[in-house]
């Protein structure tokens, strides 16, 4: 029984993350008093530096869901919560949304909402839309700084404008 569960779920996420803890990553500005399951000891996507408390995502599950999203690119809410959600990771769903608005909140992650378009922000409009489950499925997750259109793109634009349109774009 239990020598099977620790088999199958090395390290177990035994705590949850209700809506009101999660709607705390967009509401309070300044991180004060955050609720105990964010913080160092659970989570990790809260620490506190110097008195005040700062968005660190050093936790195991943060740490995971970032270095998954950089592995792969681009993923989507429900690529994370089946990969996540079965072993050797077995981390509840609400833990999985947490960790991503944590990861928003924290910049480190920025996420495209279809028909919303792209989050950078908690405080961007329709990063709620992140609560609801069907629009944190189908929203695409990816590491933040990552622009798909790199500098040489960026000059073949330009190239076909000028050459072909006889426009100068810069």
């Known amino acids: 029984g239990n020598r099977v569960a620790r088999e199958l779920y090395p390290h177990p996420t035994t705590f949850s993350v209700?809506?009101?803890?999660?709607?705390?990553?967009?509401?309070?500005?300044?991180?004060?008093?955050?609720?105990?399951?964010?913080?160092?000891?659970?989570?990790?996507?809260?620490?506190?530096?110097?008195?005040?408390?700062?968005?660190?995502?050093?936790?195991?599950?943060p740490a995971d869901v970032l270095a998954y999203v950089k592995d792969n690119g681009a993923v989507t809410g429900s690529t994370l919560l089946a990969h996540f959600g079965r072993p050797p990771h077995g981390v509840p769903t609400d833990v999985i949304r947490a960790t991503v608005i944590g990861l928003l909140r924290g910049r480190k992650l920025r996420v495209d909402l279809p028909g919303l378009g792209q989050l950078t922000s908690v405080r961007d409009e329709g990063a709620r839309e992140l609560l609801k489950e069907g629009a944190f499925r189908k929203a695409e997750l990816q590491p933040a700084g990552t622009d798909p259109i790199g500098p040489r793109d960026r000059v073949a634009v330009c190239t076909f404008f000028r050459d072909l349109l006889h426009k100068d774009v810069a």
């Open 18 to 61: 209700t809506e009101k803890d999660i709607v705390y990553l967009f509401d309070n500005a300044d991180l004060s008093a955050p609720p105990p399951v964010l913080g160092q000891d659970r989570l990790g996507l809260l620490a506190l530096d110097a008195g005040r408390y700062e968005v660190t995502c050093n936790g195991r599950v």
